[in-house]
């Protein structure tokens, strides 16, 4: 069951940057930023599923190096989602109420720029909380119930942390609380123009291209918060530990479905690849 975790949400989102790379109707700034999501996710599922394997198979030592290492890479990750999921809304806000200015207002150049600037603070973020969080002194040996996050670590550290801590509720705000401010003002701009428009049919196209974004948006954005912006307490860490599923194993499981059940080129693309592999398998048979 372990391997089923790892693989399922590894083999989705390498299936989705497959056919973004391979299909030249899927070259488009929306679906960069796709595959962009589904790449954050396979790392993601990749740094924290074979610990919790780990865990789980009574085989529970990490070195205090590689903890820092998966907290550093836990951060960078989670925070360069967290940009990349404002930058998609942005996408689809373009997308919907100036469909005629798209080229213009969401360019390749622009969408490089809003990845890049998406991994780039995600990093910094992670760089910064991952070497305070190891700079503490621990007084007993570090008895974390399921993977490295900091605010798991901070608990164990015998040394006053409310500096960090209000250190690290500045780092969420930035991280977490800007990025979902930007998104819910895209979506309310959205479901303002959606609102506007007089044809049935283009509302309820509207409303499903959007839809499975906010349902990742909501997913990712709550877990995180409720992870990361709640004050330290030591009966939490079971809380922690079901609800860290969500967004490290759960979350990148679904992106792959949603995006595809609910994507038209998507799925066509998909539909593509499948009719030329298998009549190239099959005409590699018959001869």
């Known amino acids: 069951t372990h391997d089923i975790r790892f693989l399922a949400p590894l083999m989705g989102n390498t299936l989705m940057i497959i056919l973004i790379h391979v299909d030249p109707q899927l070259h488009m700034p929306m679906h960069f930023l796709l595959s962009q999501l589904s790449f954050m996710d396979m790392l993601l599922v990749s740094t ?24 550093f890479l836990l951060l960078t990750l989670g925070g360069s989602e967290c940009f990349l999921l ?4 942005y996408d689809c806000y373009v997308a919907i109420c100036h469909p005629l200015r798209y080229p213009i207002l969401m ?23 991952a070497g305070a969080t190891l700079s503490f002194p621990y007084c007993h040996s570090w008895e974390i119930n399921h993977f490295c996050e900091a605010p798991s670590l901070v608990r164990l550290a015998c040394a006053d942390t409310t500096i960090f801590e209000f250190f690290m509720y500045v780092c969420c705000i930035q991280m977490l609380l800007i990025p979902l401010s930007l998104v819910l003002a895209s979506y309310s701009l959205i479901l303002a123009a959606v609102l506007r428009m007089r044809s049935a049919g283009a509302r309820k196209k509207a409303f499903k291209t959007c839809s499975s974004h906010l349902v990742v948006v909501g997913l990712f954005y709550g877990t995180i918060m ?10 939490s860490e079971d809380h922690d530990k ?28 998909l539909r593509r690849w499948l009719e030329k592999y298998f009549i190239s398998s099959h005409l590699n048979s018959s001869f």
């Not at 404002?86 to 809304?89: I, L, T, V």
């Not at 390749?108 to 992670?126: A, N, P, R, V, Y």
């Open 48 to 71: 924290i599923v074979p610990m919790a394997a780990n865990y789980l198979r009574d085989t529970r030592s990490i070195s205090p190096t590689g903890c820092g290492v998966q907290i």
């Open 86 to 89: 404002m930058a998609m809304s």
């Open 107 to 129: 360019s390749q150049k622009l969408c490089l720029l809003m990845t890049s600037g998406s991994w780039l603070l995600g990093g910094i973020d992670g760089l910064m909380q």
């Open 226 to 235: 409720f992870i990361y912006m709640r004050p330290k307490s030591n009966d």
């Open 242 to 269: 079901v609800v860290s599923v969500f967004y490290t194993i759960f979350t990148p499981v679904l992106n792959p479905l949603i995006y595809t059940v609910r994507n038209k080129e998507v799925k066509g693309a």
